[in-house]
């Protein structure tokens, strides 16, 4: 009940279909300010002695206004004493989301929001390949013992060896192994393993030309 009310009092000063939307859905109207329903939500939400953690990853794969009404939501929210954010995302595109916004200081906005920025590397090429390598090792070392030996054969198609270049990130990755052991599974008798990955790599990565050799 108090979140509804502080939530209406929020969303009423912020005009949108969205939030008219939501309004609309909550039938409870404050007759205390803001603040005041923030001090006793806050005190209410203590008494739980809960600590709540949100995950958001990816905010960057949101169109522009999404990504301006999801950081709204964490500057309303966060100043609340159980609430915790930790947020994945591409710090350029947050600040050109809300340059579309007409946010004055982009910058100064995600300081006000983010206490702590943390940067991580970019994966690189050479770990993805050593990703799938070492899956496909696990997966298949008991029924294929020299599995291993098939990806140092490799290095006659690439240059040092690195067969699954074309593969750049680690959801693709994630992606291709899925694919590659369902359908290695249902055909494992009638396959080369060694052939069987080429295949699946053009499949994946180039699928034209794996539709003309098909």
Do not use: M, W
């Amino acid at each position: 009940k108090d979140i509804k009310k502080y939530g209406k009092t929020v969303l009423s000063v912020y005009k949108s279909s969205t939030t008219e939307i939501l309004l609309n859905s909550l039938d409870l109207i404050s007759d205390n300010s803001i603040s005041e329903d923030f001090e006793n939500l806050d005190k209410l939400l203590n008494k739980l002695g809960k600590k709540v953690i949100f995950f958001l990853d990816d905010l960057d794969r949101l169109q522009s206004n999404e990504v301006f009404e999801i950081l709204k939501l964490i500057r309303n929210t966060a100043s609340f004493s159980t609430f915790n954010y930790i947020v994945g995302y591409d710090k350029e595109y947050i600040i050109e989301a809300l340059t579309k916004n007409q946010i004055p200081n982009p910058q100064k906005y995600c300081d006000k929001i983010f206490i702590n920025e943390y940067y991580l590397l970019p994966i690189r090429n050479s770990e993805i390949n050593s990703f799938i390598k070492e899956k496909i090792i696990e997966q298949l070392s008991k029924s294929i013992p020299d599995i291993s030996n098939v990806f140092e054969q490799f290095t006659i198609y690439s240059q040092l060896g690195n067969i699954f270049s074309s593969i750049k990130t680690l959801r693709d990755a994630k992606r291709f192994l899925n694919d590659f052991f369902i359908s290695y599974y249902k055909i494992k008798h009638n396959v080369s393993i060694r052939d069987f990955i080429i295949i699946k790599l053009l499949k994946f990565s180039y699928n034209e030309l794996y539709f003309l050799l098909y």
